[in-house]
């Protein structure tokens, strides 16, 4: 609950995102990436750069696929497009709509179809990752990143590298 919490608050508050943080990410970025990461409302991009940055503050650079998966774990959230409002609609859906009605909804072209792609954000950015061909392990933490450590596919170590610096990070730490 707090990690919902605090993502409302970076919602409300002015997200900080410098043209050398947005360089930084982008050199790490494929061109499909890149792209994807760019759909993102400016304050995803300013989480994302601040999970990164964890990341890299914890265990370095040695293996990009650990950055580009922090980069992009929340890309598919540009899918649907929604604003504050409709977060805190989708936040609260989730909580009662099962992942076949969530399906059933992104299918949809009004502001229930967006909250069922919200709702649906990791499965749709695993795909829009693996259909630009971004490592495998970027993939999986795309679609894995809310699920427990038993479910990943990924290393496990990695994974709570990654879960740490997710759960940790504001944009206006960035």
């Given amino acids: 609950m707090i990690h919902l919490v605090r993502r409302f608050v970076e919602w409300v508050l002015p997200a ?3 043209g050398a943080d947005e360089a930084w990410a982008l050199d790490r970025l494929s061109p499909p990436e890149r792209n994807l990461w760019l759909r993102q409302h400016r304050r995803d991009r300013a989480h994302s750069i601040a999970v990164a940055r964890a ?5 370095g650079e040695d293996d990009p696929r650990i950055v580009v998966a ?7 959230k540009g899918v649907a497009g929604l604003g504050v409002i409709g977060r ?3 936040t609260l859906a ?13 299918w ?9 792609m919200y709702l649906r954000y990791p499965a749709l950015g695993a795909e829009l990752l693996a259909e630009g061909g971004s490592d495998q392990m970027v993939v999986a933490w795309a679609r894995e990143h ?3 450590p038993e479910e990943w596919t990924i290393p496990r ?3 709570e590298v990654l879960r740490r610096a997710d759960d940790g990070a504001t944009a206006w730490s960035s």
């Fill in 157 to 159: 170590h990695i994974g």
């Fill in 146 to 148: 809310h699920l427990e």
């Fill in 108 to 116: 949809r072209s009004d502001p229930l179809g967006r909250i069922g």
């Fill in 88 to 90: 805190v609609a989708a």
């Fill in 94 to 106: 989730e909580r009662v709509v099962d992942d076949q009605r969530a399906a059933r909804w992104s």
């Fill in 70 to 76: 922090a980069l992009c774990h929340d890309v598919g």
């Fill in 55 to 59: 990341v890299v503050a914890e265990v």
């Fill in 16 to 18: 900080r995102l410098s």
